[in-house]
């Protein structure tokens, strides 16, 4: 299965959202396992930073560290939906921009477009 920039990113935001909090340890041990990761490798570093950037440019979402236990939170949940809900009309009409996949409503419910 080939994943896009787009599908990874869903994959980051709900993998942080699961979690409450979560350490980039273990999200790059997530990331490892994730089916949509075909060679199964690491996250590197650098990428997760980029995809961080990427989330926040694109849809608003704000992923922060807490200094203090390292790590790793969505910032403006309350925002979250909203945010989803506009990009869930754009990847309706737009060509695929999410990997296949369109918000519906909430971030917990995710549709793959056939």
Same mark, same amino acid.
Do not use: P
């Given at each position: 299965?080939?994943?896009?920039?787009?599908?990874?990113?869903?994959?980051?935001?709900?993998?942080?959202?699961?979690?409450?909090?979560? /350490?980039?340890? *273990?999200?790059?041990?997530?990331?490892? *396992?994730?089916?949509?990761? *075909?060679?199964?490798?690491?996250?590197?570093?650098?990428?997760?930073?980029?995809?961080? !950037?990427?989330?926040?440019?694109?849809?608003?979402? *704000?992923?922060?560290?807490?200094?203090?236990? !390292?790590?790793?939170?969505?910032? !403006?949940?309350?925002?979250?939906?909203?945010? $989803? !809900?506009?990009? /869930?009309?754009?990847?309706?009409?737009?060509?695929?921009?999410?990997?296949?996949?369109? $918000?519906?409503?909430?971030?917990?419910?995710?549709?793959?477009?056939?």
């Amino acid at each position: 299965m080939a994943t896009t920039i787009g599908s990874k990113h869903i994959w980051l935001i709900t993998t942080i959202k699961a979690a409450g909090k979560i /350490s980039l340890k *273990d999200i790059q041990k997530k990331y490892r *396992d994730w089916a949509g990761n *075909d060679i199964h490798e690491e996250m590197a570093v650098r990428t997760f930073h980029r995809h961080r !950037n990427n989330i926040l440019l694109n849809m608003g979402i *704000d992923i922060l560290c807490d200094r203090v236990t !390292n790590e790793y939170y969505i910032s !403006n949940e309350g925002e979250m939906e909203n945010s $989803f !809900n506009e990009k /869930s009309q754009q990847a309706v009409t737009a060509s695929d921009d999410v990997g296949g996949y369109y $918000f519906c409503g909430t971030y917990q419910r995710l549709l793959f477009i056939g």
